[in-house]
């Protein structure tokens, strides 16, 4: 295994840029937002944010370079990744939730696809917003199953040359768009076929904006993450021409969890971010508090041990997410199930580190004036969203461990 953890010239440019960008930009959006009373609110007031990342040319510079933009893939993606989730989630998910959302092209488009619909993500101007809608209400970690009225219930159903889309979907980062009709690209994952196993039963289908088709109901009050939209909405008589499939009709589920598998990698290095950002927080409190007694609580063995369990685990789960984010671009072996590891263990890491540095501050970290409760608040999400922990990437490892063949 040939592995060096050493930048390019191109990455450490652009983790110096992101370094400047989230210093000079991300940093004011807690100020800008968190004083709105509605999810729609405070996502409306990341857009000025989001358009000097999209002008800045992040999202340009990630999109992979087969696809006409500057990225080499997910090392590049976690470079950035690193350094802007750890000076605000909002923004940055909202950026990220754009490569998920057009990971099926990235993937699966052909050519013509990708000319017609990558366009306005590579413009470097705007607010342009895709996302991969697959959650739904119900649930979606049995997405693919076969169950009578179980699964994918968006439908697609063929009329003449066209599809027709109908159904409800929820969760999916910046579905609705800047306006609430909808955003610029939806990837639908879509039951196509009934009749067929559950394995070719789906289709991802590309719906461009499409005012009327796209109805809002509500922007989730999430518990972190606040300033990111997560919306429920209904998708309705929606019509796209036949050429509207990406990848194959009803390999649907194989396009999926492919798109999912690149993320999983990238949600231990958030993971790894929001981590690292509570340890500087706890670190420099340690040094200069002495909670009234005689010197600053660092010199307590309890509080020095602490931090050094908790930067241990940031250490374990840094390298652990970078070698899977490598391995997807190498396209080792390994590298499916390293990515599954870095979800699980990245995720649940940065919640139990930033619940003990929380407890070496002590009860001042308890008010959001400190930045520990919010890091914790956007923390919770990581084991819950992008396959949630429980449903969907422990059962992946299982299946992967069970399988004929399975890794040793
Ligand atoms: C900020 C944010 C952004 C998001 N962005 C997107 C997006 O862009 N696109 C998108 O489609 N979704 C998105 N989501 C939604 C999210 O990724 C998924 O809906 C979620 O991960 C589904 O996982 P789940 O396991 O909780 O599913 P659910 O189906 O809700 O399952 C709930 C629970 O049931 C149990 N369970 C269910 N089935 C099984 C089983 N077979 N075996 C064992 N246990 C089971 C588990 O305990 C599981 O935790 C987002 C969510 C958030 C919070």
């Avoid at 040939?2 to 992101?18: G, H, N, P």
């Avoid at 990698?265 to 670190?283: N, R, T, W």
């Avoid at 969203?385 to 040793?408: C, K, S, T």
Wanted: proline share 4%; aromatic share 8%; with cysteine.
């Amino acid at each position: 295994m040939a592995m060096d953890f050493t930048l390019t010239q191109d990455q450490a440019r652009l983790a110096a840029d992101a370094r400047d960008f989230a210093r000079d930009v991300l940093s004011r959006v807690r100020d800008a937002t968190a004083h709105l009373a509605t999810p729609e609110a405070r996502f409306a007031a990341t857009r000025p944010f989001y358009e000097q990342a999209i002008a800045a040319g992040f999202l340009q510079r990630l999109i992979p370079a087969h696809c006409g933009g500057g990225g080499n893939g997910l090392v590049d993606m976690a470079v950035v990744a690193e350094v802007f989730y750890a000076a605000d989630v909002n923004v940055s998910l909202t950026l990220f939730a754009n490569l998920l959302g057009l990971m099926p092209l990235f993937l699966a488009g052909s050519d013509a696809q990708r000319a017609r619909w990558l366009a306005p993500f590579l413009a470097r101007t705007g607010a342009p917003l895709a996302a991969l809608a697959n959650s739904e209400p119900g649930g979606s970690a049995n997405y693919a199953s076969g169950v009578a009225g179980g699964g994918t219930r968006t439908v697609a159903r063929r009329d003449g040359d066209e599809w027709v889309i109908d159904g409800a979907k929820q969760w999916v980062s910046s579905a609705t768009g800047w306006d609430g009709q909808g955003a610029d690209l939806l990837c639908v994952v879509c039951r196509s076929d009934d009749d067929a196993p559950p394995e070719r039963a789906l289709s991802v289908f590309a719906l461009p904006r499409q005012p009327g088709s796209v109805v809002l109901e509500r922007a989730f009050d999430t518990l972190g993450h606040r300033a990111h939209l997560v919306p429920r909405f209904r998708i309705q008589g929606a019509r796209v021409p036949a050429d509207h499939v990406i990848g194959e009709l009803g390999g649907g589920k194989a396009l999926v969890d492919a798109s999912f598998t690149g993320t999983a990698a990238l949600v231990g290095v958030m993971g790894a971010a929001l981590a690292q950002a509570a340890f500087d927080f706890a670190l420099d409190f340690a040094r200069r508090e002495t909670r009234g007694g005689a010197q600053p609580i660092i010199e307590h063995q309890a509080v020095g041990y602490a931090l050094a369990d908790a930067k241990s685990a940031i250490e374990a789960i840094r390298s652990l997410a970078w070698r899977a984010c490598w391995a997807m671009d190498a396209q080792t072996q390994d590298a499916y199930e390293l990515a599954l590891h870095s979800k699980i263990f990245g995720s649940e890491t940065a919640v139990r580190v930033i619940t003990e540095l929380m407890r070496v501050v002590g009860i001042d970290s308890y008010d959001h004036t400190l930045p520990l409760a919010g890091l914790l608040q956007d923390a919770l999400a990581l084991p819950l969203f992008d396959g949630g922990n429980m449903g969907v990437r422990r059962r992946q490892l299982h299946d992967l461990f069970r399988a004929p063949g399975a890794p040793a």
